[in-house]
């Protein structure tokens, strides 16, 4: 097929998300009269230029709700800076620590100072700039399959590398947090954080309050494996009170 055509089927591809909110790989196969390798091509390069998020077999369109964050950076950015603060002065010299993928993670490794820290992580860009740090932790990586969804590694030997160790404490994003469920995310691949949680005496999940409340479709840690929840200044006394009702401890950063 001719590139003219390619980018067709690529702009088709689009419109019919929007119109119909999922698609699957064979669906569009069959609709294109081409090869389900062809059509993953497709949604892997559309994913890419940010107009879909890839699920199990197919694609969805990506939420309002991710599309309102990215116009909202200033306030996020502010947010997440607090967040991570309150999420460093928990951390104590010496500590054995994993930090997940993630950009409220990411503002975690910038604030880090203590001293004699080891720290595990699954991002190559995190790992970067840890190695940056004057605090000069000892860092480990989990290694495994690169997941470009998530820029992170994942998979068995990742999984594998961390039941190799124990660690004091988990610092980890969540794309939502269901009231009723726990931590939430439109990633299937939630098997490493779980991971990450049985490994780990004490498990800290870092969120922006406009993401607490929201539902998607996969369940990443359930209440009982989440220790804390660190949250900016906008969450409200309501859903503090509910979310300590399952046993979590609630810090709101200032």
Known sequence: ?????????????????????????????QFFETSEVTIRKDLRVLEEGGFLLRRYGGAIKIPSEMIEEENNDEQLSKQKLAIAKAARDIIADHNRIIIDSGSTTG???????????????????????????????????????????????????????????????LFIGADGLDLERGTTTFNELVGLSQVMAEVSREVIVLIESQKIGRKMPNVELNWAKIDKIITDSQLSYETKVL????????IVAK
């Open 1 to 29: 097929m001719s590139k003219r055509n390619t980018q067709q089927r690529r702009q088709l591809i689009v419109s019919m998300l929007i119109e119909q909110n999922e698609l699957s790989v064979d669906y569009l196969a």
């Open 107 to 169: 503002a975690l490794v910038k604030a880090l100072n203590q001293k004699g820290l080891v720290i595990m992580t699954n991002s190559l860009s995190l790992a970067n700039e840890l190695t940056t740090l004057e605090c000069e932790p000892t860092v480990l990586m989990t290694g495994g399959t690169w997941d470009a969804r998530s820029e992170s590694f994942q998979g068995k030997i990742a999984e594998n590398s961390l039941r190799s160790y124990d660690f004091d404490q």
């Open 243 to 250: 979310i300590e009702q399952n046993g979590v401890e609630v």
